[in-house]
């Protein structure tokens, strides 16, 4: 049973557990000793009378035997970080010693007044020094056998079956309140309340110590996170750069701009360009996802002129639109209140919206972007009239790595991978809005995203 | 002017898109100065006043485009002055371009048709 450390008993830091086994180890050679030189001092220095010394001494030599055992085993884990704990023996180990110790407690106490004896209160240290090695439930579990092993004391002396020590001057009861059983009772409590403080204060110690520790790690992290990320805007500049000087020198190669191009030749570039766009736009898919992880990203967020930002993006879609023969149209009001936001994000978003409905829609087709104030937030809409998308493809539009296709015709399907749409929704979210999309498969789409308005200020 | 045509000052630090910009921008019926540092583009500005700007906004040392618009603005430039972006700038950078007075901002790589029709609106103000 108590091999058999499932989930439930074992705790969330086994390297902790090596710390206060070593901890608690150390305590009970104290315990040994303190049993031994205790016994000895009551009977000969107050005065008890009827102490068994030789079976106290018995249980402290027993106590210090299994404790040795018990400090060899867990002093190579005793410092978090060094030896890997084997986690299944230490919480053997931590379970066989408290087992023991309420064993050695019980037979300890019997000697000293058993139902009687003000050493009962021990019952509880070993509660708490349970409680804090083990996990709830095994902590419990703990208690429980002591409390039985209590009950048993208890009960069988009460009953006769167990004989009954009373060391005369270690006990209270039978109505004469004297010096030795004042004494007892100041020394009991007072060493029960200096260990439990020792105890406590040092586990308290140790764990003030991991936290620490792991405040460290994180802060450590953090500066790793901060180096990766300049590292990719770096790299993301240094990729980009030459790729788009490529692009745009491809570009002045099919215009003609070295001499006339023969047809072949024409397509060979257009379709050199097609594969390093596809290119560009996971370069820039990451570069949000990087400015989306930006340290204090609301702190940069300033007041956007919706109006303009609409009207810029679609003036850089209008050439992509007349390629395939479609309508771009626009559709805004003659005024929309400014939100707070980051307007390259913003931009960003609504070119995924164009550059998909000007893909995913046949030669011909009509696109409309619309704008329109709605309560306390303002939308923006792109709908076309395409294929549509079906309704148990919607659900996984806006997640990572998803693309619609299949009520597309195949050979309009583009190339690469989704990262597009989830942009647009981790764009909306960190505006503290959302993205989502309306669709009738065969009808067409409407993609939005909504942006929450600030509470209307005095300026504006 | 020179020879009747606009003169357009290109500066970026990417010899090869220069080359293309001034192919691209003579085609287009434009004369074209380049130069490949912000020092030389504003050492040009001086000498030819040209009547356009193209500046791109990250060559080697960063804020190298910025910080040329600025010295354009005190050398008292009244010519438009249209940027270039390269993808993976960062980000705070988009929020300044109003204050900076630029014209456009271009994301490379720069579509020809689309510079060309900005250029012509902004000379024929």
Redesign the interface.
């Known amino acids: 049973m108590e091999t058999r450390t499932g989930e439930g008993l074992i705790l969330t830091h086994s390297l902790l557990l090596g710390e206060r086994l070593y901890l608690f180890a150390r305590l009970r050679f104290l315990a040994a000793g303190g049993i031994l030189v205790g016994a000895f001092f009551a009977a000969y220095v107050v005065g008890i009378q009827g102490l068994d010394l030789f079976a106290l001494s018995a249980a402290a030599v027993f106590l210090a035997a299994y404790n040795v055992g018990v400090f060899l085993a867990v002093r190579p884990f005793r410092a978090p970080g060094g030896e890997k704990p084997a986690e299944v023996r230490l919480f053997f180990i931590a379970h066989l010693s408290i087992g023991l110790d309420y064993l050695v407690l019980t037979y300890a106490i019997w000697l000293v007044g058993g139902g009687q004896s003000p050493f009962l209160a021990f019952y509880l240290l070993h509660a708490i020094l349970a409680a804090v090695l083990l996990s709830r439930r095994a902590a419990f579990a703990h208690a429980a056998t002591g409390y039985l092993l209590l009950t048993g004391l208890v009960l069988g002396e009460w009953s006769g079956v167990i004989p009954q020590h009373r060391p005369v001057g270690a006990v209270s009861g039978g109505g004469d309140f004297g010096f030795r059983v004042a004494l007892t009772v100041l020394f009991v409590y007072g060493l029960l309340t200096a260990v439990t403080t020792a105890l406590t204060t040092g586990i308290v110690k140790l764990l003030r110590g991991s936290e620490r520790g792991l405040r460290e790690a994180s802060e450590r992290l953090e500066r790793l996170a901060d180096i990766r990320r300049s590292f990719l805007h770096v790299v993301l500049h240094d990729v980009r750069s030459p790729v788009g000087t490529v692009v745009a020198m491809l570009e002045g190669l099919g215009n003609g701009i070295d001499g006339e191009l023969t047809p072949a030749q024409k397509t060979r570039i257009a379709r050199a360009e097609q594969r390093l766009g596809g290119l560009l736009d996971l370069l820039r898919g990451l570069r949000v996802l990087a400015d989306l992880e930006t340290e204090g990203l609301e702190s940069m967020m300033a007041p956007v002129d919706l109006l303009a930002t609409i009207r810029a993006t679609v003036e850089d879609h209008v050439d992509a639109a007349e390629q395939r023969g479609q309508t771009l149209k626009v559709e805004l009001p003659a005024s929309l209140p400014t939100v707070h936001g980051i307007d390259r994000l913003l931009r960003e978003a609504l070119a995924n919206y164009l550059t998909n409905a000007i893909k995913y829609t046949d030669q011909g087709g009509t696109v409309v972007v619309r704008a329109r104030e709605s309560g306390a937030t303002v939308r923006i809409e792109v709908s076309d009239n395409g294929p549509g998308i079906a309704p148990d493809e919607i659900d996984h539009l806006f997640q990572e790595f998803a693309r619609a296709g299949k009520s597309g015709s195949r050979r309009n399907r583009p190339t690469g991978i989704g990262l597009g749409l989830s942009i647009v929704r981790r764009i909306a979210e960190a505006h503290n809005g959302r993205a989502g999309v309306e669709s009738q498969l065969g009808k067409g789409s409407t993609f939005f995203i909504e942006l929450r308005l600030l509470a209307p200020s005095p300026a504006g | 002017m020179r020879d009747g045509k606009h003169l357009i000052l290109c500066v970026d630090d990417?010899a090869?898109?220069l080359d293309?910009l001034r192919?691209?921008l003579e085609?287009g019926g434009y004369a074209v100065e380049s130069a490949f540092s912000a020092e030389e583009g504003l050492a040009k500005f001086k000498q030819y006043a040209p009547d356009l700007l193209i500046v791109d906004l990250?060559m080697e040392e960063i804020d190298a485009g910025t910080n040329l618009v600025k010295e354009l603005k005190l050398a008292g430039n009244k010519a438009p002055v249209l940027l270039l972006s390269?993808?993976?700038?960062?980000?705070?950078l988009?929020?300044g371009y109003r204050e900076l007075g630029l014209d456009a901002v271009f994301q490379?790589?720069?579509?020809?048709?689309?510079l060309l029709r900005t250029i012509k609106a902004k000379l024929a103000k």
């Open positions: 990417d090869d898109l293309l192919m691209q085609k990250m390269s993808m993976g700038d960062q980000l705070n988009s929020t490379k790589p720069v579509n020809a048709e689309a």
